[in-house]
């Protein structure tokens, strides 16, 4: 039998490998300091946001924006509902814009990546310099928009948002890093079973490599969702602008500029979607890795 002694021993006995891992206690308290005080900074700006969004005239001159406010008000969500049509077309560009360029971007990007990762590709270490080469030097906003305009005649249409920024050099060697990670015995025994070059692709790399697809699509949806300099650069007709330019520009009774309140009213119709586009694919991402382990 064994005693309580040994199996108090035995409790006790750490592994030298699980001593080097473990977290003191202060370092630990640190850690949390530090994440409490970085989702602080990054949840109070929203915080604020909406309180300005829902501070009456009154209060704004008298204290300002503040977070506490002494007069509450909708009108500026009010102001919104009134040009619904407006915010409703606008909010229609903005799904087109993101779902179109995410959907064909990330099919281009990651189509790219795997031809670039494949040893067989002749022309490998040419193409990937032309994909490596504008991360480092590119020809500025001026020449895109040259090529953009002048050339490729894009200027306001609703293309100008989709199709000039669809496949980024920093994302395709993201996806190609990942699809390197996919062991060659697995696409070998495909290709023995008769799978082609797009059935490899399709069938075997992206189930593989959801988690990095669900990562780059959550990071291109939040940033064409808010894109605002490239809309205000390519557009000047107000039906074809997107949600968060159309917000800034709404116009008032008056012919005034839109007052803080109202442009802070739609950044928060603005945030909501985003917000929830984000949690959905990190959700997409959790399973995406879990679908991963377990057939690994």
Known sequence: MVTDTAKRKAQDFVPDSQKMNRVRPATNALFVAMFVVLAAMAIIPVIFVFIVSISSETSIREVGYSFFPIELSNTAYMFLWNERGTILNALGISVLVTG????????LTTTMGYVLSRPVFKLKGFYTWVVFIPMIFNGGMLASYVINTNLLRLSDTVWSLILPRLATAVGVFYLRQYILEVPDDILDAARIDGCRDFGLFWKIVCPVIK???????????????????WPLLFLNKTPKFTLMVSVSMLPLSDGLATPWQVILAGTTLVIVPSVLLYLAMQTFQKAGALEGAIKG
Do not use: E, H, M, Q
């Open 211 to 229: 988690p990095a697809l669900a990562s780059w699509a959550s990071l291109t949806l939040i940033a064409r969702w808010n894109d605002f300099f």
């Open 100 to 107: 179109v360029g995410t959907v064909l971007g990330l099919f």
